[in-house]
């Protein structure tokens, strides 16, 4: 994206103009090219100043998630190295996995500032509006067998979990599967798809939604009541480019740790922030409801549940509704959210 090409120039030395000259020489455009880039940019916020003789220099930017303001803050080795980025995008997942089918690499990740038609899980609709929240996916390509790949799942959602507390100081609970909670509302959620055979993984795509800056009134009135995002907790903005880089510090730490060291460790940070232990829920799955007292997950994160008449069933897939009165999670829209 040439956009992004002109702020890394502008970038190298803050305090200095960078010449048109000098831009169109590096960037292979004319003089003309790049003044019309620099007004695209200044739409989109950035305050750059142009003076005839001295060229480009740029004062201020605004909370874009360009890979230009996202990689001097990435601290990662591997992760969101590469970064696709799009002002607008169907769903990041969708795009994610055709780079993937194209031979895109693990760590390489996709930003949508928006998303026309973001999908959660259970083929419900994710509500994706411009420049407020996080639309991210990533590209992984693990050697483990295909059941194994919920606990990807697992890990994705307490490096999300880690990565709001490091960025916020609040203490969001999981809600099984992945579903992250602010005071019991919904404030980030997963969806991961995978791309296998019987007994070896292609790839796996990573979504992440998190809700950053969007405003209580700015959710749709069906699920306002049962979805926050950073911003509404804290009561002031947080930098959106922080925050993605700051998640794919953890993505890659959890992702490591998770190769070397097997499900272990993600299972016991998942159950610590889940502590699903003993709760009574009510769970809908493949549109059969079962009532009962969650019990944990397994080892491949399916969730164990004790029906009232002392049957333990393993659910693999579903939506968990709390039933008890130590917590009073609204149900799940199963529309919108
Ligand atoms: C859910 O809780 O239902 C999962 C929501 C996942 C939303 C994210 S936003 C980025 C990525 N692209 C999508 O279309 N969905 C995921």
Redesign the pocket.
């Known amino acids: 994206m040439i956009e992004d090409e002109i702020l890394r120039l502008l970038k190298e030395d803050p305090s200095a103009f960078v010449s048109g000259g000098e831009v169109s020489r590096l960037l292979k455009l004319s003089r003309t090219a790049i003044w019309k880039r620099v007004r695209n940019l200044r739409t989109l916020g950035y305050v750059i100043e142009a003076l005839p003789r001295m060229g480009y220099r740029l004062i201020q930017s605004p909370d874009l998630l360009l890979p230009s303001e996202i990689d001097p803050l990435l601290r990662t080795e591997w992760m969101g190295k590469k970064v696709h980025y799009f002002n607008s995008v169907d ?4 795009t994610a996995y055709q780079l993937a089918l194209d031979g895109a690499k693990e760590g390489e990740v996709v930003i ?1 500032e928006s ?1 026309e ?6 083929g ?1 609709q ?1 509500v ?1 509006p411009p420049f407020l929240n996080l ?3 990533v590209v992984l390509r693990p050697k483990i067998p295909p059941y194994q790949a919920s606990l990807i799942t697992f890990m994705a959602a307490v490096a999300t979990a880690e990565t709001i507390e490091r960025h916020s100081g609040l203490t969001p609970s999981i809600k099984w599967p ?2 992250l909670l602010l005071r019991e509302k ?1 404030v980030a ?3 991961n798809e995978i791309h296998s055979e019987t007994d070896r993984i292609h790839f796996i795509i990573l ?3 998190v809700n950053l800056n969007m405003d209580a009134k700015e959710f749709p009135k069906d699920i306002r009541t049962q979805a926050t995002s950073l911003k509404a907790e804290k009561g002031r903005a947080v930098s959106r480019k922080a925050f993605a880089a700051l998640l794919l510090e953890e993505l890659e730490r959890w992702y490591e740790i998770f190769l070397k060291e097997g499900g272990t460790p993600v299972l016991k940070a998942w159950r610590d922030r889940a502590q699903i232990q003993g709760k009574e829920v009510r769970v809908t799955s493949f549109d059969e409801v079962r009532i009962g007292r969650a019990v944990d997950v397994d080892s491949d994160g399916a969730l164990i549940l004790e029906t009232r008449g002392g049957e333990r069933k393993r659910i693999v897939a579903g939506d968990v509704e709390y039933t008890n009165k130590m917590s009073n999670v609204k149900e799940q829209s199963s529309k919108k ?1």
Do not use: A, P
Not at 117 to 122: A, E, N, Q, S
């Open positions: 769903s990041t997942n969708s949508g998303q038609k973001g999908r959660g899980r259970l419900r994710w994706s639309y991210l996916s992945n579903d919904k959620g997963l969806l979504g992440m939604g959210f």
